[in-house]
């Protein structure tokens, strides 16, 4: 059983993005709350959105592995970023550790006012699917 990423005709095809997803029955499916660029007592680690970015990433990715997952495993991820940051240092703190082969997961992301951790100016929550073992 294959788990489907989508980028199907009449869509923009983009290399950052899919449109749907198929995770067929029988698969295991992983949900991620939503991390923050916070270390393990929870305190913002910087007032940078790079460094928050790449923080909150990891955050996910440590969440996905006590679940016996990995980034590679995620089929959507949500993005939230304070209306205040640079989007561009965003993403480019994380593109790289979130680049693979094959199609992209879906991802949706939206400029909030506000993020519910005070100094928080990333927010990401993950859905990942692993197949049967």
Sequence with gaps: MNISLLQPDGLVVSPAFSHAA????GCTTIL???QNGVDETGAVVSDDI???S???????????RAAGASLADVVSWTVLIHQDA???AAYGAVGPKLARTGPPPLVTSALVAGLGVPGALIEV???A????A
């Design 125 to 127: 929550s993950a859905v």
């Design 22 to 25: 198929v995770i067929p029955p």
């Design 54 to 64: 790449a923080r909150a990433v990891d955050n996910a990715e440590t969440a996905l």
């Design 50 to 52: 790079a460094v928050q």
């Design 86 to 88: 640079d989007l561009r």
């Design 32 to 34: 991620v709350g939503g």
């Design 129 to 132: 699917a692993l197949p049967p």
